[in-house]
């Protein structure tokens, strides 16, 4: 494929954007749900913040991240768009297996199923895009496809917490669950795979048309953009994974809302901030990284840098009306590398090899972040309870600040690797 012939939009990439979208959507909705029901399971299946973090974190993200890279190889050896219908069926299933938890360990297992099937979700979302997107657009296109997190997380939270308000907990579980199921043939009817280019935007050389898990993450490991970002995004995500999983608890320990209050709140501090966020990531990007690709690591990096104090005020604030203000704020800013990063890790491989850096990306990201940011705020408040009691939560959120400082370092080191290691497409 010549690359004037790769420049032509394809007619139907805005409609299997959307259905990538829709997709993404129900992933966080079965993701974030259970973080807005904390406080019912907790209560109905007696367990401690530290056993709520190991299934809001480590449950999920064991096998969801270690997962993913097997499943992005098939994807890009076989079709991305199958693999991604079959990975929306197993998940939601799991998700309305949640609901009939009885203890601890019913509910543990359910959510090991729900990350199995999401393992094989996002990784190969992500290379279908690069493949319909053209480099100029990608960070946008990603951005779009990203809106789910906050759209999803968001009407997780607020579908969540008046469904156990209203009925219960566990009605929620099989509401949100069933409703995925019933999208898995409207998917599959609308989204199918790309061809993969022949050449190179910036060299004649014909390009592979497959390349191994073990060639992929052979050149990866030797890109120092891709440890830098790898990294930065898994100190960010361990912060905003904590903190998206435990403001709810917050608002009802410490604010005195009951769950649909907190679900409102925290609802509306998703939607209308992580939209923004996340789309403004993406224009930047798209933008500046035009002049200097550096930018795609540069503008996380400042992101993260102003997030910190933000996020500081919000969670040390007594009146929630200003708390409200305060958390939007740092909320657009914790989404803002979404666009740019996913675009640069694309852009550290061939296109056939896409699916599989993206999973490498993701393992790194998500077993970490998601994985220990959860778990890890949660037992820290229940060391801290000793101390300070109901507002334990509220100080393990701001001992955990420090890891935006962290993240917003290793993007300004991942800058310049990013000029060295880009593969243009």
């Known amino acids: 494929m010549s690359t004037q012939t790769a420049s032509k939009p394809d007619p139907n990439r805005n409609v299997v954007l959307a259905m990538l979208l829709v997709v993404y959507i129900f992933n966080f909705v079965d993701r974030q749900i259970l973080s807005i029901l904390a406080a019912p399971i907790q209560a109905d299946l007696d367990l401690s913040d530290g056993e709520m973090g190991l299934l809001g974190g480590l449950s999920f993200a064991l096998l969801y991240s270690t997962m993913a890279v097997p499943l992005a190889a098939l994807a890009d050896r076989t079709s991305r768009s199958w693999v991604i219908a079959v990975s929306l069926a197993a998940w939601s299933g799991f998700t309305a297996l949640c609901g009939l938890a009885q203890n601890f360990w019913h509910i543990f297992l359910a959510r090991l199923g729900v990350g199995i099937g999401e393992a094989g979700g996002v990784a190969p979302s992500y290379a279908l ?97 891709f440890w830098f970002l790898s990294f930065g995004a898994a100190m960010s995500s361990m912060l905003g994974y904590g903190i998206a999983f435990w403001l709810p608890s917050l608002l009802i320990r410490s604010f005195g809302f009951d769950l649909v209050q907190a679900s409102q709140f925290f609802g ?119 101390i300070y009691a109901e507002e334990a939560l509220r100080y393990s959120m701001l001992y955990a600040l420090g890891l935006y400082g962290i993240a917003a370092l290793l993007m300004t080191f991942a800058g310049p690797a990013l000029r060295k290691d880009w593969v243009a497409e």
Not at 142 to 167: D, N, W
Not at 199 to 209: G, R, S
């Open 268 to 386: 509306a501090v998703l939607l209308i901030g992580g939209v923004v966020g996340v789309m403004a990531g993406g224009l930047l990007a798209d933008r500046l990284g035009g002049r200097d690709r550096a930018y795609y690591a540069w503008l996380p990096g400042l992101a993260f840098f102003l997030g910190a104090p933000l996020f500081a005020a919000g969670i040390t604030s007594s009146d929630w009306k200003l708390a409200f203000i305060l958390f939007l704020l740092p909320q657009a800013l914790a989404y803002i590398w979404l666009g740019p990063v996913l675009s640069a890790v694309q852009h550290l491989v061939v296109p056939a090899a896409r699916s599989t850096a993206s999973a490498l990306f993701l393992l790194i990201n998500n077993l970490i972040g998601l994985g220990g940011g959860i778990y890890a705020l949660g037992a820290l408040s229940d060391f801290l309870t000793p």
């Open 129 to 225: 895009i690069g493949d319909y997107f053209p480099s100029s657009q990608r960070a946008t296109a990603l951005s779009i496809y990203s809106l789910g997190i906050p759209i999803g997380s968001g009407l997780g939270v607020l579908m969540g917490g008046y469904i156990a308000a209203t009925v219960d907990w566990r009605a929620a579980f099989f509401a949100v669950g069933l409703a995925g199921v019933i999208i898995v043939p409207i998917f599959k009817l609308l989204v199918r795979d790309k061809a993969k280019p022949k050449v190179a935007a910036d060299n004649p050389a014909p390009l592979p048309e497959t390349q191994s898990l073990k060639e992929t993450a052979g050149i990866l490991a030797r890109k120092k953009s």
